[in-house]
């Protein structure tokens, strides 16, 4: 038991970036919509998942436009926003949800509770975009083993029952994305 336990804390030890600092009370969403493209720690997380970093930016513009201080609670199979927030503010509320056991997402790639308990997270540290990148690539990789490398894994990714329509609004994010990144945008 110790051994297995010693194992999971030498992984989260060694698999957070180096990259992330203090979070800035406001999310730089407002400043740039799109500041999350081409960052380095999308890049580092594709790369230490072997995903394509198109697809994470994709799932960045669809699960939460760039937002890393993004909340929603799910009920009845809605997600609804609690922002925009504040980092204060969403520490405040991500903490009140998990206290109170709600079923919600945190982050730019929007994870979902039902991981936090899985692998026991904390759901501040979320709030960092790079280690929200780190968990959601990992997540999409988890998807990829099961499903294979294909849309059908992509669609899996947000635990939705609508894989084809999750799938569509990635392959549409991914357009928008490419502009960006290209600079047409």
């Known amino acids: 038991m ?11 030890v060694t698999w957070l970036p180096s990259m992330s600092v203090a979070a800035p009370e406001q999310s730089p969403h407002l400043v740039n919509p799109f500041w999350y493209v081409n960052h380095p720690c999308v890049y580092h997380a594709a790369s230490r998942y072997r995903l394509t970093p198109r697809i994470l930016e994709a799932i960045v513009h ?37 206290k109170e056991g709600k079923n919600f997402d945190v982050g730019l790639t929007e994870i979902n509770s039902i991981h936090m308990k899985t692998y026991r997270l904390d759901p501040v540290l979320l709030l960092d975009p790079c280690t929200n990148l780190y968990w959601g690539a990992f997540i999409l990789r988890q998807k990829v083993n099961q499903f294979g ?16 329509g999750y799938s569509w609004k990635i392959f549409e994010a991914l357009k928008v994305i490419d502009q960006v990144a290209h600079g047409k945008r």
């Open 149 to 164: 490398e294909g849309w059908v894994a992509v669609g899996r990714y947000n635990g939705s029952r609508n894989v084809v």
């Open 2 to 12: 110790k051994k297995h336990v010693v194992g999971c804390v030498l992984l989260v």
């Open 62 to 98: 669809v699960e939460s436009k760039g937002n890393p201080y993004a909340v929603s609670v799910n009920e009845k199979g809605e997600g609804h926003p609690q922002g925009p927030l504040t980092y204060t503010e969403a520490t405040a509320v991500v903490r009140k949800l998990w």
